[in-house]
């Protein structure tokens, strides 16, 4: 008895534009001479940043991480995410029917639009989900001052 199995060509195409898009980053870097210079980054991670009043949060989406293979560091005007993980062993028993996951090195890097105290800057990880809170400096911090009408 022969066995359906359902196809998505959307994964074929995604698998296709990873393989172009591993191409274009060893081709082209962003900066002359930089794929010389640096390691080999596989991947790169989601990343959310926000800004409130008082600091800047980046988050960013790890998942299968231990905390030891994170890196994070910051300047007054920057953030640096990176790490790697692992690739797991191949399966010897049998063919991959399908395999998706990422592993490698990574690194993300950021300019902040506003200076912050690098002496305040907490990280936490929970779920896959790293979330780095960054303090703004007191005088990058919005004053609001009350201007009378006359």
């Given at each position: 008895m022969t066995k359906l199995i359902r196809w998505n060509p959307f994964t074929e195409l995604t698998r296709m534009r990873d393989?172009?898009?591993?191409?274009?980053?060893?081709?082209?870097?962003?900066?002359?001479?930089?794929?010389?210079?640096?390691?080999?980054?596989?991947?790169?991670?989601?990343?959310?940043?926000?800004e409130s009043e008082d600091e800047i949060v980046a988050k960013?989406?790890?998942?299968?991480f231990k905390r030891d293979d994170i890196n994070i560091t910051v300047t007054e005007d920057s953030l640096n995410i990176s790490g790697e993980t692992k690739e797991e062993k191949e399966v010897e028993e049998g063919n991959y029917i399908c395999k998706e996951r990422r592993w490698g090195k990574f690194s993300r890097y950021f300019s902040l639009p506003a200076p912050i105290d690098t002496n305040r800057v907490k990280a936490s990880y929970e779920n896959g989900v790293i979330e780095i809170k960054m303090s703004k400096t007191e005088e990058a911090k919005r004053k609001s001052v009350n201007i009378e009408i006359e």
């Open positions: 393989e172009l898009d591993k191409i274009f980053d060893e081709t082209f870097s962003r900066f002359p001479g930089e794929k010389f210079l640096s390691e080999k980054v596989s991947w790169q991670p989601s990343v959310d940043i926000y960013a989406e790890l998942p299968g």
